[in-house]
């Protein structure tokens, strides 16, 4: 079955505590990329990914790391969270020209 | 700041009534979107409609596009219990890359 996945899906972290969310794909696309959904700010991007080794800055990159080794890999690093970061995170990919998105199920982040 | 701006923020309907929400949009575009996401969940990809489209159907959902207003609309018709979700449009510069959100419209369908 076509699926982005993503793991945790729930994850209660401490301030400073570096995290990793893991985000793969099984269906070959070359982009992929991270969003943030907050209450009454809508999803806001975080990083994107055209290809294997080629990432670059979305609307709120601050705090946040990724990288791109495989095709099939994107994972969001947290490297010092704080509480401004808990949220709930989407992973996405798509098949580059085709403007159709697959999101995973989610990763709902608190950190305390 | 967000491309799409979605109205209502939030609607309550009976079931078996029709459902419209509104986006609009700030710059060019080369598609647009509609997600529906069920309480706290991922997002399902509803409909796509391309620049040069002005409308679409798929089942129960028809979508519009007005290029010259920059606006979108979806109607849900014959609603159902299970239509109750947020439903999202996002915009899209050019194929394939990064989609821009609205801020969501709470669709509540009663029985």
């Known amino acids: 079955e076509a699926q982005v996945t993503q793991n945790p899906r729930y994850l209660i972290t401490v301030t400073g505590k570096k995290l990793t969310v893991t985000c793969s794909q099984n269906m070959n696309h070359e982009y992929m990329s991270w969003y943030r959904q907050d209450p009454g700010l809508g999803l806001r991007q975080i990083y994107y990914s055209m290809n294997v080794e080629v990432t670059d800055k979305g609307d709120v990159p601050e705090g946040y790391k990724v990288s791109r080794k495989e095709k099939r890999n994107f994972p969001l690093i947290l490297e010092s969270p704080s509480p401004n970061q808990t949220s709930l995170y989407f992973c996405?990919?798509?098949?580059?020209?085709?403007?159709?998105?697959?999101f995973g199920q989610g990763t709902r982040l608190t950190v305390v | 700041s967000q491309q799409g701006e979605e109205d209502p923020q939030a609607l309550s309907i009976q079931e078996g009534e029709n459902a419209t929400m509104n986006c609009s949009y700030k710059t060019s575009i080369n598609n647009l979107q509609w997600y529906r996401q069920n309480s706290g969940r991922g997002l399902v990809h509803l409909i796509l409609?391309?620049?040069?489209?002005r409308e679409k159907h798929s089942g129960r959902l028809r979508v519009t596009l007005d290029t010259s207003k920059k606006s979108s609309s979806l109607l849900i018709t014959a609603s159902r219990a299970a239509d109750t979700a947020s439903y999202f449009c996002a915009t899209s510069l050019a194929a394939g890359n990064k989609l821009t959100f609205g801020g969501g419209t709470r669709v509540l369908v009663k029985p």
């Open positions: 409609i391309r620049s040069n489209e």
């Open positions: 996405a990919s798509s098949l580059s020209g085709t403007g159709l998105f697959i």
